[in-house]
């Protein structure tokens, strides 16, 4: 598996960066909208997160999406004042995913290289998901497409991605997965 350090993003400024510039910390990349149900659960678990495991060599990347329901209407700036003012957010929020080609491009690749290993049928909501995602593609659980927002990946300190998970799965577990890599 080829590591991610030469797919590239745009931040939040209009400047396109390498992933290399995360070479050798563990990096959590995620999707999501401020709309969403998830967004507070997921968003104030990962700030707190990220302010005690930072110093540890982790490093958040995200990225607003309105791809779905068009849950993130709201430019890449507005997004990131609102996330400041209403979660006190530090780490880093690269520009909307469908005003950037590099941006859409690197959870292209970042699916492709990562299956899709399905929802979590625990939550209560998988019905809802599963039902909408079924109604648009019967075969949807076959294709490792970005299914929805709070998609994300963790990368080894060597740059590959050692896990995928989907918008049902717990973001405590996702830190935790999170402590295990920086403790390898």
């Given at each position: 598996?080829?590591?991610?350090?030469?797919y590239l993003?745009t931040d939040s400024?209009?400047?396109?960066?390498?992933?290399?510039?995360f070479?050798g910390k563990?990096?959590?990349?995620?999707n999501?909208?401020?709309?969403?149900?998830f967004?507070s659960?997921?968003v104030?678990?990962?700030?707190?997160?990220?302010?005690a495991?930072a110093d540890?060599g982790?490093?958040?990347l995200s990225?607003?999406?309105?791809s779905f329901?068009k849950?993130?209407?709201e430019?890449?700036?507005?997004?990131?004042e609102?996330l400041?003012d209403?979660?006190q957010?530090?780490?880093?929020v690269g520009k909307?995913?469908?005003?950037?080609?590099?941006?859409?491009?690197?959870?292209?690749?970042?699916?492709?290289n990562?299956?899709f290993?399905?929802?979590?049928?625990i939550?209560p909501?998988?019905?809802t998901?599963?039902?909408?995602?079924?109604s648009?593609?019967?075969f949807?659980k076959?294709k490792n497409t970005?299914?929805w927002?709070?998609?994300?990946?963790?990368?080894?300190?060597?740059?590959k991605?050692?896990?995928?998970?989907?918008?049902l799965?717990?973001v405590?577990?996702?830190?935790?997965?999170i402590?295990?890599e920086?403790?390898?």
């Amino acid at each position: 598996m080829e590591d991610v350090y030469s797919y590239l993003y745009t931040d939040s400024q209009d400047e396109v960066k390498p992933l290399k510039l995360f070479e050798g910390k563990v990096l959590l990349v995620f999707n999501f909208a401020l709309h969403s149900s998830f967004l507070s659960s997921y968003v104030s678990n990962i700030e707190i997160a990220y302010r005690a495991m930072a110093d540890l060599g982790f490093e958040v990347l995200s990225f607003p999406s309105s791809s779905f329901l068009k849950q993130n209407d709201e430019d890449t700036l507005k997004t990131i004042e609102y996330l400041k003012d209403n979660y006190q957010i530090t780490f880093k929020v690269g520009k909307r995913i469908e005003d950037d080609a590099h941006n859409a491009l690197l959870f292209e690749r970042l699916a492709l290289n990562k299956k899709f290993n399905g929802l979590n049928n625990i939550n209560p909501l998988y019905e809802t998901i599963d039902s909408y995602w079924l109604s648009r593609d019967p075969f949807y659980k076959s294709k490792n497409t970005i299914k929805w927002v709070f998609t994300s990946f963790v990368i080894s300190r060597d740059g590959k991605i050692k896990k995928r998970y989907e918008c049902l799965d717990d973001v405590h577990n996702i830190i935790k997965d999170i402590r295990k890599e920086l403790d390898r």
